[in-house]
């Protein structure tokens, strides 16, 4: 792995915005986790996503329309599943007792991936190194997606704001066989090798794929027979991996967003604070659509996240206020797009200037 730092100096913003949050929870006597409501909707979610099963499943109902309609629901669904209980338990944010957060982190292996390697992916790489090239993974999609200015530029890339979606869409399957395994034989995430491996993690990996061959390809190939259940499987991972791979690039992969680059020399020395660092890369999107907000469990607020990924999303839309209170103050630029529409076409407008032009700057 690349050796990066973040310079030392200038540190106000961070101290004040870390000292201001903290006093937050301690005057509304608040833990910094997740709340009742949180496990209100891990359970409602979970509960939905196995009417759905049971439904396409078990009941298959005779209509076209309404098998395909119950089938997106049940792709969203489980993207929710992922954006919502997977995503603050892994980052130990769901709750105050770690057993709770292991337990619901396993969410991830529900949906087919492992999560002992996406803590390394996620937490560490992508939170710590973020957009930085070389060592953050998300923005590493060779040879067909170039998402930094630093990387190698080949013609596809010309056309790649016209294909994307697609691999967005086939995406989950790409991760479930064949990056999982990867990382399983490697023992490496991109450029980081993963702590020595376990029986339990050994164990945890193998019994997450055998569980996934049995509940999502040959459990519905017997009830339904495998031309139903094809047809079925590859429409939903299709609309999971839209709403998945959409959702988490809305927040660094948009116009006006900066990269730094530890892949051509393996050093880099980040001219910056660490906090300061996350604003330039990180932007919010739709803070005041509660619906989004509650769907995408807070990834809206992702400059948020990314300042405190240990509170969970519950908070942010507060903790929003006093980061740009704060950045204001600091004369630090708090990045964010009111809408939905607005954050996705900048991620369209992004894709399409990086592959423009080998030269282009974000
Ligand atoms: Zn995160």
Known sequence: MPQISFATNNRQFHVEVNDRVKQYFKDNHMSQRGNSKLFFKA?????????????LVFV????????????????????????NIMH?????????????????????????AESYFWRTKHNVLHHTYTNVDGVDDDIF????????????????????????????????????????????????????????????????FIATKLFYVGFYIAFPIYMLGFGKFIVGYLFYNFIMGIVLSVVFQLAHVVEGAIYADAQATGVLAIDEDWAIYQMKTTFDFCPNNKFITWAVGGLNFQVEH???????HVHYPAIRKIVREVAAKHGVVHNEFNSFAEAVNSHFNMMHKLGQSPLVAA
Not at 43 to 55: D, G, I
Not at 63 to 82: D, E, K, P
């Open 88 to 112: 603050d338990s892994c980052h130990g944010a769901f709750s105050d007792n770690s057993k709770v957060n292991d337990f619901f982190g396993y969410s991830l292996n529900f949906l087919g």
């Open 141 to 204: 999609k060779p040879p067909f997606l170039r998402m930094s200015p630093n990387q190698p530029y080949n013609k596809l890339h010309k056309y790649q704001r016209n294909y994307m979606l697609f691999l967005y869409g086939v995406s989950t399957l790409f991760w479930v066989f064949f990056m999982d395994f990867t990382k399983y034989f490697t023992n490496k995430v991109y450029t980081t090798d993963l702590p020595k491996r376990t029986f339990k993690t050994h164990f945890t």
């Open 306 to 312: 990314h300042l405190f990924p240990k509170v969970s």
């Open 43 to 55: 359970f409602f979610m979970y509960a939905v996503v196995f009417s759905l099963y049971y439904t």
């Open 60 to 83: 298959q109902p005779s209509s076209i329309a309404l098998n395909f309609l119950l089938l997106a629901m049940f792709g969203t669904f489980l993207a929710f599943i992922g954006f």
